[in-house]
């Protein structure tokens, strides 16, 4: 099992940064890769990003505005969100991938006001 927690969400102005983390712990050895996804209000859950040892990829529309990474321990992923905007708004949840098996953490919220 892995246990996934994020923190950093909050409420911020349209144009302003925001980074969120993902500590994964329990079972971490053979993570395959780790992701954030987002869920907007009334909206599917969709793939914001993600990072394997040597990759990284993310969805069309937060290219250039958003950056992950991973913490030297490998078992924190992070979320740098700049020039952020209302249609940001949603509960970004981390995702790991181990084996067979997607594990997800519960969300942060993250408000964006224009």
């Known amino acids: 099992q892995v246990q996934l927690v994020e923190s950093g969400g909050g409420l911020v102005q349209a144009g302003e940064s925001l980074k969120l983390s993902c500590a994964a712990s329990?079972?971490?050895?053979?993570?395959?890769?780790m992701a954030w996804y987002r869920q907007a209000p009334g909206k599917q859950r969709e793939l914001v990003a993600n990072?394997?040892?040597?990759?990284?990829n993310y969805a069309d529309s937060v290219k250039g505005r958003f950056t992950i990474s991973r913490g030297n321990a490998k078992n924190t992923v992070y979320l740098q969100m700049s020039s952020l905007q209302p249609e940001n708004t949603a509960v970004y949840y981390c995702?790991?991938?181990?084996?067979?098996?997607?594990?997800w953490g519960q969300g942060t919220r993250v408000t964006v006001s224009s």
């Open positions: 990072i394997t040892s040597g990759s990284t």
């Open positions: 329990g079972s971490i050895d053979n993570i395959n890769f």
């Open positions: 995702n790991a991938y181990r084996w067979t098996t997607h594990y």
